[in-house]
T-cell receptor, first 115, second 111 residues
């Protein structure tokens, strides 16, 4: 398997613009997670899905952030409008199940810079 | 709530030195414990894991033992290599499968 795929790998945009990050989970994985990594706050869970349904979005920072999973092989994280403080690396991860023993597999991340 | 505390970094070692990275946790119930590694410019990769008390996870010469009595999961390697230079994250997964990460520690290994 190719692993978790994310695109783009790098995104530079200007404040106020809409940004869409994309993720393709590992085939057969029922759970998909979006994380944000910053120097100040470390790794934070934003939202996760089970079978394409959002289960917990308590980590989504503001209404400017939204995430969708229209099918089992694709998810998007959208920021509209973007702000400089959104600059971070955004990771997508997927796992087979939801027990504490299940391993999450991470994508390479999207480095977002908002000017 | 759940939390993970890692020792402060960064850590710089010479090749073939012994490595210990401390990790302690606070959690309700019986979490699973993980070490993830992040190489420069890449995503996180699972290094090893342990799912119950006294389990030892091991991979690529790294080891960590799940110590419930001390709520610890310290990472060790007997002889580090330059290729081990990376950021190491300790994490736990509770009943709701959500991962809680430590802040990470940067390891640099000199030739």
């Amino acid at each position: 398997d190719a692993g978790v795929i994310q695109s783009p790998r790098h995104e530079v945009t200007e404040m106020g613009q809409e940004v869409t990050l994309r993720c393709k989970p590992i085939s057969g994985h029922d759970y998909l997670f979006w994380y944000r990594q910053t120097m100040m706050r470390g790794l934070e869970l934003l939202i996760y899905f089970n079978n394409n349904v959002p289960i917990d979005d308590s980590g989504m920072p503001e209404d400017r952030f939204s995430a969708k999973m229209p099918n089992a092989s694709f998810s998007t994280l959208k920021i509209q409008p973007s702000e400089p403080r959104d600059s971070a690396v955004y990771f997508c991860a997927s796992s087979l199940g939801s027990t504490s023993t299940d391993t999450q597999y991470f994508g390479p991340g999207t480095r977002l810079t908002v000017l | 709530g759940n939390s993970v505390t890692q020792m402060e970094g960064p850590v710089t070692l010479s090749e073939e030195a012994f490595l210990t990275i401390n990790c302690t946790y606070t959690a309700t119930g019986y979490p699973s414990l993980f070490w993830y590694v992040q190489y420069p410019g890449e995503g996180l990769q699972l290094l090893l894991k342990a799912t119950k008390a006294d389990d030892k996870g091991s991979n690529k010469g790294f080891e960590a033992t799940y110590r419930k009595e001390t709520t610890s999961f310290h990472l060790e390697k007997g002889s580090v290599q330059v290729s081990d230079s990376a950021v190491y994250f300790c994490a736990l997964s509770g009943a709701n499968s959500k991962l809680t990460f430590g802040k990470g520690i940067t390891l640099s290994v000199r030739p």
